[in-house]
């Protein structure tokens, strides 16, 4: 009895590493572009003027809306969203579990998974998007289900495998053609006359060729106009948008893999590492080829190289093994095994931190290492050896002094910004935790089992209360239904508003309000999908931009001034934002927490304690051709 409750020690430490890790901050990101789609289904008079449907959305290609908007008829989104988050996490790490299974050795399986839990999962250019994520897309649900069909594919039951990809393509088809290239690379593999595959795009030529949508995109090239807008807003699907730094996060990976297929020898592990790295090669030649050199607009909305997330998962799987590998083969200093872990900690993509230009560094001493050690002395070893633990300490202390700014930068506000988890997200920390967390649970004996098993229940159970880790704000907008719509009575349906932010969310005019928003970079993210979103979108953002400025000015001075009224908007950028042009309509209504003259209505909200900020509604109609300077 004592043992069966051990055992399940190290599964209650990986929920709440899960839970604590990555807690649920509200609908932001992408959740708020699905968000707007299943509000769009179900109201879609309010929506029809919204930039991100104006000209049609990517929700023609999945369908995860839908079933948004199914279950926002009978719930808050607040509620909907927190829960759905939970499950496709959990469904990821699920499935993650279950392919591990197949191909990694029984007893690097559940390390493997901690690895998981603790590395970071981004993954392309400047961070934005990662596996797993701690925040309700479809993605999280497809990439499960996209793991599940490659455990499948190495078990060779490849009907149902071809059944997972398939519902993991009407979820998220990028996601699920990512993995579906894994694992035909998988079956090439074992067995070359898998490549007759290829001819299987042959028809989809056929179907451009006839112009069947949206194949016609395969041969439609983004013409120069578009080309810019999408440079300027969506850089990250363009590998020429890419950093140094978004490629040594690349290059990383790319030796991490490499480093597995030469560990494993002729095993699965090495097979998967091989399929993988395949994959990403093939995903970014793709993209090179057919959207940075060609232009086409199909490719560039199948985002190729998005296979990138499957090969940063599996590298970040295959790190214990590497790490005891070398760990039990080298002598003392055992400089290799930490350049290995400078690699691994430094080459991960943490935001706005360009720590994995350091790794490259790393790299090539690790790769020569072998051949180099026997003439290089041993106090030499040793200072090598510290530098490498120097820049992981080093890495450290810039990542605290980063994630220290964005805590101040939020006023110091633990319900806005969870500054422990921020600190924790640097992995060389966490991973020192849990391998310590590990040898005790190794060690123990007797009733002290009985206690860490019931210490890490309680820390399950701490991090599931705090899981739930939205600012006030976000419960407030998140609690909003159409019954209780803000301004409703002033503002008819159909209308847009436009109501700047820090976050630049159209949260508040879509939840809030019920009405379509008139511009937020966020609302442009379909524009590889449709030309017609990006050249709106454009002139949109020509027309909001002046006011943005006066925005952001306005609210850096009132908030080092401590007086709401030191700085409001003046006519002449309202004038902008408000004056019909020959090609665009203004917005109806703008909302800011300024008092302006012509002010229709306030709502007024408390964010705790004594602290309320006032948002004032305007009719943009009252603003239009009337031009004076700014008053501050």
Same mark, same amino acid.
């Given at each position: 009895m004592l043992d069966r409750m051990h055992r399940w020690t190290p599964w209650f430490f990986a929920a709440a590493l899960l839970l604590y890790l990555k807690p649920y901050t509200g609908i932001r990101h992408d959740a708020l572009l699905y968000l707007g789609q299943g509000l769009n289904f179900l109201h879609p008079a309010s929506f029809a003027q919204d930039l991100f449907f104006a000209a049609g959305s990517q929700a023609d290609y999945t369908l995860f809306p839908r079933l948004i908007a199914v279950l926002l008829r009978h719930s808050e989104p607040g509620a909907v969203f927190l829960w759905l988050s939970l499950v496709g996490r959990c469904a990821f790490y699920v499935a993650s579990w279950l392919l591990l299974r197949t191909f990694m050795p029984q007893r690097w399986a559940f390390p493997a998974l901690l690895a998981l839990l603790v590395m970071p999962g981004r993954y392309g250019a400047f961070s934005i998007f990662a596996y797993a994520e701690p925040f309700l897309t479809p993605r999280p649900f497809s990439e499960a289900l996209s793991l599940l069909a490659i455990a499948l594919t190495i078990r060779r039951r490849l009907p149902a495998a071809a059944a997972a990809l398939a519902l993991a393509l009407v979820l998220h088809p990028l996601q699920a053609i990512s993995a579906a290239v894994v694992a035909w690379c998988w079956l090439v593999i074992g067995d070359r006359r898998w490549l007759w595959c290829i001819t299987a795009v042959l028809p989809a030529f056929v179907f451009a060729a006839i112009g069947v949508k949206p194949f016609d995109g395969l041969l439609l090239h983004v013409d120069p106009e578009w080309w810019t807008v999408i440079r300027a807003f969506s850089s990250q699907t363009l590998l020429q948008g890419w950093n140094p730094r978004d490629w040594a996060i690349v290059v990383t990976d790319i030796y991490l893999l490499h480093l597995l297929m030469g560990h494993c020898g002729d095993s699965?592990?090495?097979?998967?590492?091989?399929?993988? $790295?395949?994959?990403? #090669?093939?995903? #970014?030649? +793709?993209?090179?080829?057919?959207?940075?050199?060609?232009? +086409?607009?199909?490719?560039?909305?199948?985002?190729?190289?998005?296979?990138?997330?499957?090969?940063?998962?599996?590298?970040?799987?295959?790190?214990?093994?590497?790490?005891?590998?070398?760990?039990?083969?080298?002598?003392?200093?055992?400089?290799?095994?930490?350049?290995?872990?400078?690699?691994?900690?430094?080459?991960?993509?943490?935001?706005?931190?360009?720590?994995?230009?350091?790794?490259?560094?790393?790299?090539?001493?690790?790769?020569?290492?072998?051949?180099?050690?026997?003439?290089?002395?041993?106090?030499?070893?040793?200072?090598?050896?510290?530098?490498?633990?120097?820049?992981?300490?080093?890495? +450290?202390?810039?990542?605290?002094?980063?994630?220290?700014?964005?805590?101040?930068?939020?006023?110091?506000?633990?319900?806005?910004?969870?500054?422990?988890?921020?600190?924790?997200?640097?992995?060389?920390?966490?991973?020192?935790?849990?391998?310590?967390?590990?040898?005790?649970?190794?060690?123990? @004996?007797? @009733?002290?089992?009985?206690?860490?098993? $019931?210490?890490?229940?309680?820390?399950?159970?701490?991090?599931?209360?705090?899981?739930?880790?939205?600012?006030?704000?976000?419960? #407030?907008?998140?609690?909003?239904?159409?019954?209780?719509?803000?301004?409703?009575? #002033?503002?008819?349906?159909?209308?847009?508003?436009?109501?700047?932010?820090?976050?630049?969310s159209p949260l508040a005019p879509w939840l809030v309000m019920g009405r379509a928003s008139y511009f937020t970079p966020g609302q442009m993210a379909g524009q590889m999908f449709n030309r017609e979103t990006s050249i709106l979108g454009l002139k949109r953002f020509t027309q909001v931009e002046p006011i943005q400025q006066q925005f952001t000015y306005c609210l850096t001075l009132n908030a080092m001034s401590g007086d709401d009224n030191a700085c409001w908007l003046g006519d002449e950028g309202l004038s902008h934002l408000c004056t019909p042009r020959e090609d665009i309509e203004p917005p109806d209504y703008f909302v800011v927490p300024f008092r302006q003259k012509n002010r229709l209505s306030s709502w007024t909200v408390r964010t705790g304690g004594n602290s309320a900020t006032i948002f004032h509604l305007y009719r943009c109609s009252d603003f239009a051709s009337k031009e004076a300077s700014a008053h501050v």
């Open positions: 699965a592990m090495s097979r998967i590492a091989k399929a993988s $790295l395949s994959a990403a #090669l093939i995903g #970014l030649a +793709l993209t090179g080829v057919f959207v940075d050199l060609l232009r +086409l607009q199909l490719p560039l909305a199948l985002q190729f190289w998005r296979t990138l997330w499957v090969a940063h998962w599996v590298a970040m799987a295959g790190l214990p093994l590497l790490v005891a590998s070398e760990w039990q083969t080298e002598a003392a200093p055992k400089v290799r095994t930490l350049l290995l872990l400078a690699i691994a900690a430094l080459g991960a993509s943490l935001p706005r931190i360009p720590l994995p230009l350091v790794a490259l560094a790393f790299i090539p001493l690790h790769m020569f290492w072998p051949a180099m050690s026997h003439s290089v002395s041993h106090g030499m070893r040793r200072l090598l050896a510290a530098v490498a633990l120097a820049a992981i300490a080093g890495g +450290l202390v810039r990542y605290v002094i980063g994630s220290s700014m964005v805590f101040d930068m939020f006023g110091g506000d633990l319900s806005r910004v969870r500054h422990d988890v921020i600190l924790l997200g640097f992995p060389a920390l966490t991973a020192a935790l849990v391998f310590a967390a590990f040898v005790v649970y190794r060690r123990v @004996n007797g @009733n002290w089992r009985i206690a860490t098993t $019931l210490s890490a229940a309680l820390l399950l159970l701490a991090t599931g209360i705090q899981f739930d880790s939205r600012s006030q704000w976000s419960r #407030l907008v998140e609690s909003h239904s159409a019954d209780g719509y803000v301004f409703a009575g #002033l503002v008819r349906p159909g209308a847009t508003v436009y109501w700047p932010s820090v976050e630049e």
